[in-house]
């Protein structure tokens, strides 16, 4: 059985700082992309930062300079550091993991939600 948990959410002021943790279990961890979405309230789900098997990077514009993802393939888990906290990050963030190593499969986790606010 796959899963996706994510953990770290909370209530934080602009300017802050938050560690998102993502553990899976039940995959080949490093043949999977692995990604960070999040969605606000009224909005789409939108992609924040992905982290390929090889190691590559890749970040939303609004994100840049500020979030970095990271990876432990030993640990099965993927990590989004959030720094310079704004209010308008503040939305469910969830985790992905992606794959077409000989099949497509894609497993979302449950979410968990950042605030930022004062």
């Known amino acids: 059985q796959v899963q996706v948990v994510e953990s770290g959410g909370g209530l934080v002021q602009p300017g802050g700082s938050l560690r998102l943790s993502c553990t899976t279990s039940?995959?080949?961890?490093?043949?999977?992309?692995m990604a960070w979405y999040r969605q606000a309230p009224g909005k789409q789900r939108e992609l924040v930062a992905t982290?390929?098997?090889?190691?590559?990077?890749n970040y939303a514009e609004f994100v840049k300079g500020r979030f970095t993802i990271s990876r432990d393939n030993a640990e099965n888990s993927v990590y989004l550091q959030m720094n310079s906290l704004k209010p308008e990050d503040t939305a469910v963030y969830y985790c992905?993991?992606?794959?077409?190593?000989?099949?497509?499969?894609?497993?979302w986790g449950q979410g968990t939600q950042v605030t930022v606010s004062s």
């Open positions: 992905n993991a992606k794959t077409t190593v000989t099949m497509f499969r894609n497993y």
């Open positions: 039940g995959i080949t961890f490093s043949i999977y992309t």
């Open positions: 982290m390929s098997s090889h190691g590559s990077r």
